[in-house]
């Protein structure tokens, strides 16, 4: 069991350019999400998948996208990255049983520099 | 809206001191509260939550209503202890409707030192 795994680790872009980042999870969860680590702003929602097929925004959506590929798999893309959105990127799942005793797993993040 | 609050960004503390996290939050109704952790170089893992009332590591947090608050607490603080710590509160009403959501904090980073 690999958990939630991220592609890539580190990335690099220039202003303009455009990226997707990789999630993927083998626990058969049926929510994910994706989150920015800014210091001192603590995790910030920017969009989730509450069940395959459906997406929606998160607190801070602006300049991203996201596919949820199919029920393992939910990609980010940055369309035209801006130096505002150098971050550390996490990707979390959690199985959604509905009782509300299960809690959120999280991928071991992805750090990106926007020049 | 709501809202989670960690005053403190830094907390230095010698090895057996006691430590304590502030975690304040803004929520019309019972929220569900947890604590993550997250070590250097590792990714963000659960480390409590109020439901629970169980001791992990030897921390403890007790959600206070009247004052809004579930401050993490350990007696004796441990070097390993050092990692930033997040509170987070998730709206037990939209569990269904928000897919399990969480509203983070701040973060305290902790520094135990020798």
């Known amino acids: 069991n690999a958990g939630v795994t991220q592609t890539p680790k580190f990335q690099v872009l220039k202003t303009g350019q455009s990226m997707t980042l990789q999630c993927a999870q083998d626990m058969n969860h049926n929510s994910m999400y994706w989150y920015r680590q800014d210091p001192g702003m603590g995790l910030r929602l920017i969009y989730y998948?509450?069940?395959?097929?459906?997406?929606d925004k998160g607190e801070v959506p602006n300049g991203y996208n996201v596919s949820r590929l199919n029920k393992r798999e939910f990609s980010l893309r940055l369309e035209s990255a801006a130096p505002s959105q150098t971050s550390v990127y996490f990707c979390a799942s959690i199985l959604a049983a509905g009782d509300g005793t299960d809690t959120q797993y999280f991928g071991p993040g992805t750090r990106l520099t926007v020049l | 809206a709501q809202r989670v609050t960690q005053p403190e960004k830094l907390l230095s503390v010698f090895k057996g001191a006691p430590v304590e996290l502030k975690c304040n939050y803004s929520?019309?109704?019972?929220?569900?509260l947890f604590w993550y952790v997250q070590y250097s170089r590792q990714r963000l893992q659960l480390l409590l939550r109020h439901i629970s009332r169980e001791s992990i590591k030897g921390f403890t947090a007790d959600l206070n209503k009247g004052e809004t608050s579930f401050h993490l607490k350990k007696p004796f603080a441990q070097e390993e202890d050092s990692a930033m710590y997040y509170c987070a509160l998730r709206d037990p009403l939209m569990i269904k409707a928000a897919g399990n959501k969480l509203t983070f904090g701040g973060g305290t980073r902790v520094l135990v030192k020798p």
């Open positions: 929520y019309s109704g019972s929220p569900e």
């Open positions: 998948s509450a069940s395959e097929g459906t997406t």
